[in-house]
């Protein structure tokens, strides 16, 4: 088990955006890939992105069968997307409560893409794509906003949406 520290808000990585990757030798990406993998799911996560443990690449994994965080949400197939992308479906929003391995603690109210597409490779450099609505879709958009440098709670609309856990009542929370 290879559990990192999570990159917190603060640190300017979490700010920046990253980069594809290119070309990179299997084992670095399998245990890039494994190093996430372990530890979201030691967080309890639904979600992460490479920068969250320091590593400046394009890189982002979701999904879930059953989450204790998350005890209403239904399970989400478990993605690993290399290079990934998303568009809306339709204009759609829906707001909900999200909150951030990064940000500790935090809750803020987001509006999102209701149904999005999206896509990438795989591990083994396969071609992804498939369609996500409501968490699922939340959680997607919440990942790639990792990669381009932007977190939630850059997103809450009204400032007054944005508090500590213990100050709203369990909700939607990502990653």
């Not at 640190?11 to 399998?30: D, Q, R, T, W």
């Not at 890039?32 to 590593?55: C, F, H, N, S």
């Not at 977190?151 to 990653?175: G, I």
Request: charged share 25%; net charge negative; with cysteine.
């Amino acid at each position: 088990m290879a559990v990192k520290d999570i990159v917190k808000e603060g640190a300017p990585l979490l700010i920046k955006p990253s980069v594809a990757v290119g070309k990179m030798p299997p084992s670095e990406l399998k245990a890039l890939i494994r190093d996430m993998k372990d530890t979201m799911l030691a967080r309890e996560g639904v979600g992460i992105a490479a920068p969250q443990i320091g590593v400046n690449l394009r890189v982002i994994m979701f999904g879930f069968e059953e989450n204790n965080r998350y005890p209403g949400e239904k399970p989400v197939p478990f993605t690993v997307l290399i290079n990934p992308w998303f568009e809306a479906l339709d204009e759609t929003k829906e707001d909900g409560w999200e909150g951030c391995l990064s940000i500790p603690g935090v809750r803020g109210l987001v509006s999102r893409y209701k149904a999005i597409r999206y896509g990438g490779h795989d591990a083994e450099g396969r071609a992804v794509e498939a369609e996500a609505s409501g968490f699922h879709a939340r959680i997607v958009q919440h990942e790639y906003d990792h990669l381009e440098g932007v977190l939630f709670t850059m997103r809450v609309e009204d400032k007054a949406n944005l508090r500590f856990e213990n100050q709203e009542p369990q909700s939607n929370p990502t990653d």
